[in-house]
């Protein structure tokens, strides 16, 4: 017997549509390895009716006041929450998190992230209006900035789904949004539930591959492109954009540095540090993967990190003993594969290093010691639950260690000297410094990096002006 696939549809102008074309791709999901859908493989011509529609609802929704779209924000903020079963169905086959986990740790940020900048939207307001020169006074305007050409990635594609829409949508522009080609089924519910609550063409989803991105980023009519991904993906959206000087917003790689000093409370960091870097299979550009610890402790604590990795499970959603499922698609596990296939002589894998059961793409918690600064798993993203664990044997070379790397998204430092937790935050060249946490996000609080991973920020009042303009109107007092 036969299971019919589930037909997946872009959502444009207020309705749903196949590719113009008939193009589809198939979905798999991750936990099983079988396709449970198929989803419109978008060309120009979808993307060109995507982008006439959101440009052609902008005047209108502009023009709304911040309180009417505060209304719609928090409409569709308890919407999701009345929806979350069905949203949770769909983010689970998409990527094969565990069901528990999906519903405790990413709907309720979700909803409040959306509330957040329900709030922003209210706070749509230039500074200052004075007399700057004789006989004239100045004002400033802070403005949407028109249609927005948006990329979600597939590691959370519900919540970065959020993160792009919401404060696009508080601050008065129309979208155009694409998920990934492997993980789009949340985000055409989401389309279903939006689409219910806002104007035709101010919310729109394109389903597709990477040539859908890009014909969506290279489109003349949005007036900003923005993108959670891979810093190669990154690169050729800023590139793709500066051809008519688009704004560009960019959430790229991360490899972040988890300093553990002497002081630290061994068996605490340790549970944390573990649970931070093996959640949702270590695929977060925040992830806890790269941990410096002081040789007088380095010892104890890889033996300590080793039996955590041991103890800690990945399994099917249903499973609520898992902390992660599996990794997003085949590519992704042969990616990871790689690096463990490559480590050099002196690497030692201290726990996991392998996949896991015959079916979907599970890879067990991995710990590797004995690395060096210029290994190839040291310098690059990983995107997977393996922990690497370096000896540092001061401050400075723990910095030096720390920064090392191409990116620059998250860090963390662990200690009790409040000085030193000071000094550190200071000097790591890091978007965000934790200190004796990792990976807790707020929606008041800005997520972005510098370097290689990326410029612009999601949440905060920061993320908001991300997508707005600002204007100077002076005028006669004559």
């Known amino acids: 017997m036969t299971t019919e696939l589930r037909r997946l549809r872009n959502y444009i102008n207020g309705e749903f549509r196949d590719a113009t074309d008939g193009r589809t791709i198939d979905v798999v999901n991750p936990a099983t390895g079988e396709v449970f859908a198929t989803s419109p493989l978008s060309g120009q011509a979808d993307v060109d009716a995507a982008m006439v529609a959101a440009a052609a609802a902008f005047p209108a929704w502009r023009d709304t006041t911040p309180s009417e779209r505060q209304k719609v924000l928090l409409k569709i903020a308890d919407a999701f929450e009345e929806r979350a079963e069905d949203l949770i169905a769909a983010e689970v086959e998409n990527t094969g998190k565990p069901v528990a986990l999906t519903a405790s740790e990413e709907i309720p940020p979700m909803v409040d992230q959306i509330r957040f900048f329900a709030g922003a939207a209210r706070l ?26 948006q990329v979600a990635p597939w590691n959370y594609p519900m919540m970065m789904a959020v993160w792009k829409f919401a404060p696009a949508l508080a601050a008065g522009n129309t979208v155009v949004l694409k998920p990934s080609d492997t993980t789009p089924a949340s985000t055409v519910l989401m389309a279903e539930i939006i689409g219910s609550i806002v104007p035709k063409g101010v919310f729109n989803v394109i389903c597709g591959d990477r040539e859908t991105g890009r014909a969506m980023v290279e489109h003349p009519t949005p007036a900003m492109a923005s993108i959670t991904g891979s810093v190669r993906a990154g690169m050729q959206v800023a590139e793709s954009a500066a051809k008519d000087v688009k704004r ?11 300093v553990v000093f002497e002081d630290t409370d061994i068996a605490k960091a340790v549970e944390d540090i573990s649970v931070a870097g093996f959640f949702n299979a270590g695929q977060d550009c925040t992830a806890a993967t790269r941990v410096l610890v002081h040789e007088s402790i380095h010892d104890e604590f890889v033996t300590q990190l080793a039996k955590a990795a041991a103890d800690t499970k990945t399994g099917q959603p249903d499973d609520e003993d898992v902390l992660y499922g599996p990794l997003n698609n085949a590519n992704q596990l042969k990616q990871v594969s790689g690096f463990i296939e490559r480590l050099p002589a002196h690497a030692k894998v201290e726990s996991g290093g392998h996949q896991v059961g015959d079916k979907g793409y599970f890879y067990a918690p991995t710990v590797v010691s004995g690395l060096k600064q210029d290994d190839e798993i040291i310098q690059n993203e990983v995107f997977g639950p393996v922990i690497t664990v370096q000896s540092f044997r001061d401050e400075d070379q723990a910095l030096e260690y720390a920064n090392g790397v191409e990116f620059a998204l998250a860090s963390s430092v662990w200690t009790k000297d409040h000085a030193r937790a000071m000094r550190m935050s200071k000097s790591l060249d890091f978007g965000c410094v934790w200190i004796n946490t990792h990976i807790p996000l707020v929606a008041e609080m800005p997520h972005g990096g510098f370097k290689k991973s990326g410029y612009g920020k999601d949440l905060s009042a920061y993320g908001f002006d991300d997508y707005t303009r600002i204007k100077h109107v002076m005028t006669s007092l004559g």
């Open 248 to 258: 560009v917003h960019l959430e790229l790689g991360g490899k972040a540095p988890v």
């Open 124 to 149: 749509l307001e230039g500074r200052s209006a004075g007399e700057y020169m004789e006989g004239m006074t100045s004002i400033v305007r802070r403005e949407p900035v028109g249609v927005c050409a």
